[in-house]
């Protein structure tokens, strides 16, 4: 018998995780680890290891096969590309602080699509072989280009089989047309609500008039459309994070029951007036107390509530596949199956690197729309987009469900071979996988309830966490 490699690491409470490269994973004590390291595995051993899908007899037998098919379901293949973020304009009517989208003011001349450029992005989109289509409308503040949406929109549903629209709007001012314009089936808005109404005027809006407003429009848009429709996901400074019960509240009481919480961002205007290039250690720890709040409020709560990034990495371990996130995916290569449109026709892989183009640290572009694609210098990114042979990830058992963000790195490091440890992005992760599996052992039913839930179960299933004795 053949153990496929295993890799290891401690855990809070004495014992052992283990996984292997497709990600199955059990728990064992150090007497399991020596028998495993000096080749003297009892019968039992063999056994568990067999049974669980760890080991093989012969190369072509079923259990080689069936650990060879789960170890490709972790990887991402690039489809072809289906999805796209269009900037329309950099003109904003807020200024936040923390913008990572390096915005202009609402007035200032420049920073437009011209009529030019939407012909130029039709004619892309024309070619594009796919059968289904998302468009992502990003600025700025889409809808002061109004006029530009709904060429592109109406283009799309004729040309393709299946559209599906997502407008990333601040909701500050929302003409008669707009609403209009977003009440479509096929159309969703996606906008920032950060944390409570204090928060959010202090970050955002900074008047109360200004803050009322954004609070009745997203009042509007939930009432019009509901919340299948409308999505609102908070940015906060790791230095003044507010109470985690305060941000599920503002939550719930709009009945958006998936957060999505995110730190300020090292792009743009942020990395000027925020300290966001080394906070993991903070954010974690703010991370950590949130999940255990929203456990507290699901135990009586008619409706639970979900943070949207810890569940995309909880079913990421528990199956294969789950890959909707494009920033946690392995391989992450850059340009293939999503791209960026700027304001002025220029192509970029993902909006982060955008921004690093933006502001002048790398040039990440990928030819201009009225051009065509250029792939060249994403090459040497590309070489280097999976974790799976990398020096730092190939003994870390959490490698089969994490991914890899080389554009993070260069904008906060200016590097992409930092040690991984010392990257932002390893410690984010790795102590979200931590938390991840303290959940899957945990004893505790309020933990079991809301991981059945957040696991798309009926009910806790005792099997996930396996030990061997």
């Not at 908070?234 to 029951?257: H, K, Q």
Request: net charge negative.
């Amino acid at each position: 018998m053949t153990v496929f490699p295993l890799k290891f690491k401690p855990s809070d409470d004495g014992t052992l995780l283990f996984a292997d490269d497709a990600g199955g994973f059990f728990k064992s004590d150090n007497a399991f680890l020596q028998r495993y390291v000096g080749d003297r595995l009892n019968p039992s051993d063999k056994r568990f290891l067999e049974e669980n899908g760890h080991s093989f007899r012969e190369v072509d037998d079923l259990a080689y096969t069936g650990f060879a098919y789960r170890w490709a379901n972790r990887l991402y293949a690039p489809n072809e590309l289906d999805y796209v973020i269009l900037v329309p304009t950099l003109r904003c009517n807020l200024a936040c602080g923390y913008c990572q989208v390096s915005r202009v003011n609402e007035n200032t001349p420049g920073f437009d699509w011209e009529e030019s450029t939407l012909e130029a992005v039709l004619r892309f989109l024309d070619g594009l072989t796919t059968k289904r289509l998302k468009v992502e409308f990003q600025g700025g503040e889409p809808l002061l280009k109004l006029e530009m949406l709904i060429p592109v929109r109406d283009f799309c549903r004729q040309r393709f089989e299946h559209t599906e629209f997502v407008i990333c709007t601040n909701l500050q001012a929302v003409s008669d047309e707009a609403w209009s314009f977003l009440s479509a089936p096929d159309t969703f808005i996606s906008t920032s609500l950060d944390a409570n109404s204090e928060t959010h005027e202090r970050q955002r809006t900074i008047t109360a008039d200004k803050t009322q407003e954004f609070l009745s429009n997203l009042r509007q848009a939930v009432d019009k459309f509901g919340t299948a429709k409308v999505s609102a996901l908070p940015t906060l400074d790791v230095r003044n994070l507010p109470e985690p019960m305060s941000v599920i509240e503002a939550f719930t009481s709009f009945g958006l029951r998936s957060i999505y919480l995110r730190p300020v961002n090292y792009q743009g205007f942020a990395r000027k007036r925020f300290t966001a290039k080394d906070s993991a250690t903070e954010w974690n720890a703010y991370h950590s107390a949130f999940v255990d709040a929203l456990i507290d409020y699901n135990w009586t709560a008619a409706e639970p509530v979900e943070e949207y990034y810890f569940v995309h990495c909880l079913r990421r371990v528990l199956r294969a596949g789950h890959n909707g996130h494009a920033d946690l995916r392995n391989p992450n290569i850059l340009g293939e199956s999503y791209l960026v449109i700027d304001y002025d026709g220029a192509l970029y892989p993902t909006d982060e690197a955008r921004m690093v183009t933006r502001v002048g640290q790398f040039d990440l572009s990928m030819g201009n729309v009225r051009t065509g694609l250029d792939r060249t210098a994403l090459a040497t990114l590309n070489a280097e987009a999976a974790n799976n042979f990398h020096p730092d990830c190939v003994h870390c058992p959490y490698q089969a469900f994490c991914g890899i963000d080389l554009v993070d790195d260069l904008s906060r490091y200016g590097r992409i071979d930092m040690p991984k440890h010392l990257t932002d992005f390893c410690q984010r992760h790795t102590y979200i996988f931590d938390k991840v599996f303290e959940l899957i052992y945990s004893a505790d039913p309020k933990v079991q309830k809301s991981l059945a839930i957040w696991a798309g179960m009926r009910e806790y299933e005792p099997a996930l966490a396996k030990v061997h004795q």
